[in-house]
């Protein structure tokens, strides 16, 4: 059980990467917030059913399972936020982002194509830098089954942004 002081450090350390995990799935900030917090709450709800050890792992395994329910019911609205959104993307990337932000948005882009689970893996090994066994761990699976669901997701986004740049040039 973690004390007062001890719970606003964690609360400090893990609050803004784990933000930005929720809102690669939710992409509405409002949305990454209040799963945020209610994560945070499971877990101090819970925190006596929880080794602390695993409190970073439980954490982002109920924050996926609340990005996913949320995802789920939202299931409509998703569908035509990602057509909106590559709209906007196709419209900013011909006139004003840099090649930077050109990037961030294919990757993003890709990241709203692709199956769940790929996007998730990739996110988590790349953007919050998690192992294959952490990854494994939040996402309930095999190290090896991790391995190759990266390995297809890779493929995935490399076609993906092959196909969305191949629209762009002609």
Aim: hydrophobic share 35%; with cysteine; charged share 35%.
């Amino acid at each position: 059980m973690i004390k007062e002081m001890s719970w606003e450090n964690f609360i400090k350390n893990k609050a803004k990467k784990l933000y930005h995990y929720i809102l690669k799935y939710v992409s509405l900030p409002e949305d990454a917030e209040d799963i945020l917090q209610n994560s945070f709450l499971e877990l101090f709800k819970n925190n006596d059913k929880v080794d602390e050890e695993y409190f970073e792992q439980w954490l982002y395994r109920v924050a996926h399972n609340k990005s996913v329910n949320h995802l789920k019911s939202q299931k409509v609205k998703r569908n035509k936020q990602k057509e909106i959104s590559h709209t906007a993307e196709v419209f900013y990337e011909e006139r004003f982002i840099d090649e930077n932000e050109i990037k961030k948005q294919r990757i993003m882009a890709c990241f709203q194509r692709m199956k769940e689970k790929q996007a998730l893996a990739l996110e988590l090994q790349f953007y919050q830098n998690k192992s294959y066994k952490e990854i494994a761990e939040i996402m309930d699976m095999s190290i090896s089954a991790v391995e190759s669901l990266l390995v297809r997701a890779k493929k995935e986004c490399r076609k993906i942004l092959q196909e969305t740049e191949a629209k762009n040039v002609i």
